[in-house]
């Protein structure tokens, strides 16, 4: 196992801050290459053998009303807050 970055930046990185931003960058990058492994291209899964056309217009439309519901707390708080002042 090798020590990324032990030693310091090289005379080159040092000539201006934007060199050394650059060193900076390849270093926090190596170490991240490092350290988190890639996730590799998602897998193509069969459907499970229970879902249907009829759940998955359920969940539209529950997923609709969610959203609609979440937009009215916030322009309901919006109203409430202007009425108040």
Same mark, same amino acid.
Not at 1 to 24: F, K
Not at 42 to 65: E, F, L, M, Q
């Given at each position: 196992? @090798?020590?990324?970055?032990?030693?310091?930046?090289?005379?080159?990185?040092? =000539?201006?801050?934007?060199?050394?931003?650059?060193?900076?960058t390849r270093r926090v990058r190596n170490a991240c290459d490092v @350290?988190?492994? /890639?996730?590799?291209?998602? &897998?193509? %899964?069969?459907? =499970?053998?229970?879902?249907?056309?009829?759940? $998955?217009?359920? %969940?539209? $439309?529950?997923?609709?009303? /969610?959203?609609?519901?979440? &937009?009215?707390?916030?322009?309901?708080?919006?109203?409430?807050?202007?009425k108040q002042r």
């Open positions: 196992m @090798s020590w990324y970055g032990a030693l310091g930046p090289a005379e080159g990185d040092l =000539v201006s801050a934007a060199s050394l931003a650059d060193w900076i @350290s988190t492994p /890639r996730l590799g291209a998602p &897998r193509d %899964r069969p459907g =499970v053998y229970w879902w249907n056309d009829t759940i $998955a217009a359920c %969940r539209k $439309a529950s997923i609709s009303a /969610r959203r609609q519901l979440t &937009r009215c707390k916030s322009t309901d708080a919006e109203i409430l807050a202007k």
